[in-house]
């Protein structure tokens, strides 16, 4: 079980980043998955998440609005599109897969890392002013 990352770099504030994370070994239609970052001396925190068959999203506060989570279940992919980047969203993003959840699982079960079972490597986005 394999969880691969990529789309960090570096980007100017109100700029947009797209990051991508592929499993491989695995059943992907069955995980929710979630996306995390842990910003700079700080502890790791919700980003994202997504159900099953991607019908419900849930976003933390400080990205709603502006952060797209979606999955592509045929190429076992999810996606976090980041717009109107701030300086403050600058972190280690990381994708993560709970193959245990339910269906309906909302919040705040989806925020809670400890719920997770496997984890990308994180991909470092800075935004600069």
């Known amino acids: 079980v394999q969880l691969q990352a990529s789309g960090g770099g570096l980007v100017q504030a109100g700029g947009s980043l797209r990051h991508s994370c592929a499993a491989s070994g695995r059943t992907f239609t069955r995980d929710l998955m979630g996306w995390f970052r842990q910003p700079p001396g700080k502890e790791r925190e919700f980003v994202a998440s997504?159900?099953?068959?991607?019908?419900?999203?849930y976003y933390s506060d400080a990205v709603k609005g502006r952060f797209t989570i979606s999955r592509d279940n045929a190429k076992k992919t999810v996606y976090l599109q980041m717009n109107s980047l701030k300086i403050e969203d600058t972190a280690v993003y990381f994708c993560?897969?709970?193959?245990?959840?339910?269906?309906?699982?909302?919040?705040?079960?989806?925020?809670?890392?400890?719920?997770?079972?496997?984890w990308g490597q994180g991909t470092q986005v800075t935004v600069s002013s």
């Open positions: 997504i159900s099953r068959t991607g019908s419900t999203t």
């Open positions: 993560a897969a709970d193959r245990n959840a339910i269906l309906t699982a909302g919040l705040p079960y989806s925020a809670n890392k400890e719920n997770y079972d496997d």
